[in-house]
């Protein structure tokens, strides 16, 4: 299987919901990372889970909350979302390199889930 | 600031013939280069990958080249076919961690 699988593909929520944002993966990559991407623009990077544990967080705000289930499971729960939060939110997973040469290190990314905030 | 950038927003090419796709980065421990292709509507697919120890990586039709003094790389994808049409992201990474800084892509057109 090399796959990472997202649910759901669209998502259409107030501003007032709560929802959440599923990734799955059985390649047995031990990272797995939330990136958010807006129109024309590169991925940008959320979160990183290293071994089940929350690695890296890059300064987003806490209606964004981060949940690592198991080392095949990344949920993104979402809370009181502004408008400008739409966009499609890519879960991906790799290897744990750190400290190792690199050359294996790649990312594997979900096909997405898309969000619009009303 | 953004690391690694993709000066050149779209590029026209037709079909068999050679598509360049330039990337530039301005931090020096980068270590590790990949490219990704996008279609719409669907998450980047990774495409071919360079580690700083060489200077070129070749996968049939896709090549990448690495110039580390002038901190470049580029992909050359010959011949062009119409499916090659996506956004190709270039990204980059060190193995200090698990951070890959993306470029902000170029839209390949390849007419028919």
Same mark, same amino acid.
């Given at each position: 299987?090399?796959?990472?699988?997202?649910?759901?593909?669209?998502?259409?929520?107030?501003?007032?919901?709560?929802?959440?944002?599923?990734?799955?993966?059985?390649?047995?990559?031990?990272?797995?990372?939330?990136?958010?991407?807006?129109?024309?623009?590169? +991925? #940008?990077?959320?979160?990183? @889970?290293?071994?089940?544990?929350?690695?890296?967080?890059?300064? $987003?705000? %806490?209606?964004?909350?981060?949940?690592?289930?198991?080392?095949?499971?990344?949920?993104?729960?979402?809370?009181?979302?502004? +408008? #400008?939060?739409?966009?499609? @939110?890519?879960?991906?997973?790799?290897?744990?390199?750190?400290? $190792?040469? %690199?050359?294996?290190?790649?990312?594997?990314?979900?096909?997405?889930?898309?969000?619009?905030?009303? | 600031?953004?690391?690694?950038?993709?000066?050149?927003?779209?590029?026209?090419?037709?079909?068999?013939?050679?598509?360049?796709?330039?990337?530039?980065?301005?931090?020096?421990?980068?270590?590790?280069?990949?490219?990704?292709?996008?279609?719409?509507?669907?998450?980047?697919?990774?495409?071919?990958?360079?580690?700083?120890?060489?200077?070129?990586?070749?996968?049939?039709?896709?090549?990448?080249?690495?110039?580390?003094?002038?901190?470049?790389?580029?992909?050359?994808?010959?011949?062009?076919?119409?499916?090659?049409?996506?956004?190709?992201?270039?990204?980059?990474?060190?193995?200090?961690?698990?951070?890959?800084?993306?470029?902000?892509?170029?839209?390949?057109?390849?007419?028919?």
């Amino acid at each position: 299987d090399t796959e990472v699988t997202q649910t759901p593909k669209h998502l259409v929520m107030g501003m007032t919901n709560k929802k959440s944002l599923k990734c799955e993966q059985h390649m047995g990559h031990r990272a797995m990372y939330w990136y958010k991407q807006k129109a024309k623009k590169p +991925p #940008e990077l959320m979160f990183v @889970y290293s071994y089940e544990k929350l690695s890296i967080n890059e300064s $987003v705000p %806490s209606r964004f909350s981060p949940e690592c289930p198991n080392s095949s499971l990344l949920n993104l729960h979402l809370h009181a979302l502004q +408008p #400008e939060d739409s966009a499609l @939110y890519l879960c991906a997973s790799s290897q744990e390199l750190r400290g $190792v040469t %690199s050359g294996a290190n790649v990312l594997t990314f979900g096909a997405g889930s898309r969000l619009t905030v009303l | 600031d953004q690391q690694v950038k993709q000066n050149s927003p779209s590029l026209s090419v037709q079909e068999g013939r050679i598509s360049i796709l330039n990337c530039d980065y301005t931090n020096s421990m980068f270590d590790y280069f990949l490219w990704y292709k996008k279609y719409p509507a669907e998450g980047p697919t990774f495409l071919i990958s360079i580690s700083s120890i060489k200077d070129k990586n070749e996968d049939g039709r896709f090549t990448v080249f690495l110039n580390k003094s002038a901190k470049h790389l580029s992909l050359h994808i010959v011949p062009s076919q119409p499916g090659d049409s996506a956004v190709y992201f270039c990204a980059a990474s060190t193995n200090t961690g698990n951070q890959f800084y993306f470029g902000t892509g170029t839209s390949l057109t390849v007419i028919p």
